[in-house]
């Protein structure tokens, strides 16, 4: 009776021992919302973008903001 014990407990021990590892999806779910939450805390840079900044900046280096062509009189 023993022996089937023992037996027993060294095949399910290593299956009780076993890592609870996440899937795939759930890791790549995880990346993207933590993306998502970075990238939403920063400043838009697109052609439409529309923001308004305010504070003291101190600006070391070249600052490059080109000035557009105006447009041609008619």
Not at 31 to 55: H, R, Y
């Amino acid at each position: 009776m023993h022996k089937k014990l023992l037996t027993i407990f060294l095949i399910c021990a290593p299956i009780s021992a076993m890592a609870n590892i996440p899937s795939t999806e759930y890791v790549q779910q995880q990346i993207a919302s933590q993306i998502a939450t970075a990238v939403s805390s920063k400043v838009d840079t697109s052609a439409s973008a529309n923001q308004t900044m305010a504070g003291t900046y101190t600006v070391t280096g070249t600052l490059n903001a080109p000035t557009p062509t105006l447009p041609t009189a008619e």
